[in-house]
């Protein structure tokens, strides 16, 4: 059976201006790939109500899960709980349990629990919360939307919230060949190996190093045996340069 | 008159499954930005024909420019430039002029130039090239399609000789005050100066340092005295927290 597949939807102005460097897409690339979940596309949209509505409801329609990053803070520039509301359908208003939660970590911390402070209890009707040990505002799951903060170290909090939730397939396997050939080289065998072995994937990365050309093999698939099988061969083809 | 805007397309399973952390993006949102093009949209799609087909034809319709990273290499996973091909119904073939840059390296470089190597002189009819000073074999501009390596150090030459033959618009400029006070605290001012200033974007980075919570709020636009005054507002705002 294949594996579920799944989008991720960032959310931020500050990406697209180059101002931060998105680190949330790499992540959770290396956790999915690890859960058995096939990652087929990122979209990076900017803090604009229509854009996101509009790439929510197509990811959503085209993937087992949507995964977002991005704009669920206190701030006028906090929109996507909203935007999951509307591209759902769903009404939204301050939720009790999230309220809740906020309430106690605010009057834990001396610091006023205010209107701002309230948009982050506004939860989608019909979602479930998603936990939020490192700053206690949470995220959420509607339909197969999951929500997270932008904030890494609060986003890898949340996956690692949500993934044991969710069914997983066989984990995507791989190994790399370290082959000092030019990749014009290796091109032609690799591509008879690739068209050999169909359910593996074959990628090439090239490098130049100390004036050696070179690229780096990753052979990715589910069967081990046939994975051990390819980079067996692939060595035997590559002899010497080959590692 | 507003900015010109632009999408990128990242290809590539590599960034999909975690294996590499890319870097084209976050160097091409810095270029475009000091240029006065407006990213809009990112997207990451697989080493898949179908998926990057659909994302060219509709990026390239919805925005003045598109740059694509990745795929136009000697393998049998390069298949970006057939893709730019088929999603303009341009013909494509070998080409002289990239066949003669191609084929004088490999010769300075003893280095075979057999039919792998042949494929990267493969471009669609209609097509400028694009200058690779780094290891020669040329990207190239379809329309407003602008086809790139994936390599970071290919990609940033190749940005280079691109961007001094588009029309940017007016840089967009941007100021960073950092206020050391929680996010919830600065919500309600900030969301009121961002409907004063309505030529203006303010963003909110929450960061806690030191046991301390504080944001980074980022003011961006073109109007460089509007900008100075949005932020002498919020100093003044924030008294001593704000700096």
Do not use: W
Not at 130 to 138: Q, Y
Request: charged share 20%.
């Amino acid at each position: 059976m294949a594996n579920p597949t799944a989008a991720m939807l960032v959310i931020g102005d500050e990406i697209l201006s180059g101002r931060t460097r998105d680190a949330n897409m790499h992540h959770l690339a290396g956790r999915l790939t690890e859960t058995g979940i096939d990652l087929k596309e990122v979209r990076v949209v900017a803090d604009d109500a229509p854009a996101i509505v509009a790439a929510l409801r197509v990811l959503s329609g085209s993937f087992d899960h949507v995964f977002t990053s991005g704009g669920i803070g206190p701030t006028h520039d906090d929109i996507t709980a909203d935007c999951v509301a509307q591209a759902f359908g769903a009404a939204i208003d301050v939720r009790e349990d999230a309220r809740a939660l906020l309430a106690a970590h605010y009057d834990r911390q001396g610091m006023e629990f205010n209107a701002a402070r309230m948009r982050m209890a506004r939860i989608p009707e019909g979602a479930t919360l998603i936990d939020n040990p490192v700053s206690v505002a949470p995220g959420f799951t509607l339909g197969n939307v999951h929500v997270m903060a932008g904030v890494p170290s609060v986003f890898t909090a949340m996956v690692e919230s949500v993934l044991p939730k969710l069914t997983g397939g066989e984990p995507l396997l791989s190994q790399t060949i370290r082959i000092t050939r030019g990749e014009g080289d290796i091109a032609e065998p690799l591509g008879l190996l690739a068209r050999e072995y169909t359910t593996l994937t074959f990628g090439s990365y090239p490098f130049q190093k100390d004036g050696r050309y070179g690229a780096n093999i990753v052979i990715r698939g589910t069967e081990q045996d046939k994975l051990f099988a390819a980079c067996a061969r692939l060595l035997e083809l590559f002899g010497d340069d080959a590692a």
